[in-house]
């Protein structure tokens, strides 16, 4: 099984679209990125967490499942990088790979010494897109596929039902 904890406010610092949508609307990017990571999760199959500083989220820790991706807000005074490291822990096993998405060089190291994965912001938006794409060119050759899908009729038939579609 493998996991992908995005460390939020890094990725959304990192993408050019989420940080202009931040200029003007924090919470539009927010809920950005956890659109984007839905498709992620659904196309990958990979478990998906996304953590929130609570400095910018002030309040006691909270967690809810939005389109199928865990959010985690984090406890007042708790970064999410040591959130993530604490989850790196707790997840880690045998059957488990994580993968962390930061662009923050001394996060990924921590984590890569406790057996993660590290995905540097920019190598996710990458795969983002091509994941995107992908389903842009599934979408149209399954659409393609139903349209070229005739029933073959013998002359007669045909003129019978051209006379109908006419109404005559």
Request: glycine share 6%; no cysteine.
């Amino acid at each position: 099984m493998d996991i992908l904890l995005v460390d939020g406010y890094n990725v959304i610092g990192a993408w050019e679209e989420l940080r202009e949508i931040r200029a003007s609307d924090f919470a539009g990017a927010r809920d950005h990125l956890i659109g984007k990571m839905a498709e992620y999760q659904a196309y990958t199959g990979w478990r998906v967490m996304i953590i929130f500083d609570a400095h910018l989220v002030p309040g006691i820790e909270s967690r809810k499942l939005q389109s199928r991706v865990e959010v985690i807000y984090t406890k007042e005074k708790e970064t999410a990088d040591e959130r993530i490291e604490k989850l790196v822990g707790q997840l880690k096993n045998v059957k488990t790979r994580i993968h962390v998405a930061t662009s923050d060089y001394t996060e990924q190291w921590t984590v890569f010494s406790q057996g993660a994965l590290r995905k540097s912001s920019r190598e996710l938006l990458i795969e983002t897109e091509k994941i995107e794409k992908r389903i842009s060119e599934d979408i149209r050759k399954n659409h393609d596929k139903k349209t070229r899908v005739t029933i073959h009729l013998d002359h007669e038939m045909a003129k019978v039902f051209e006379k109908w579609r006419r109404g005559f």
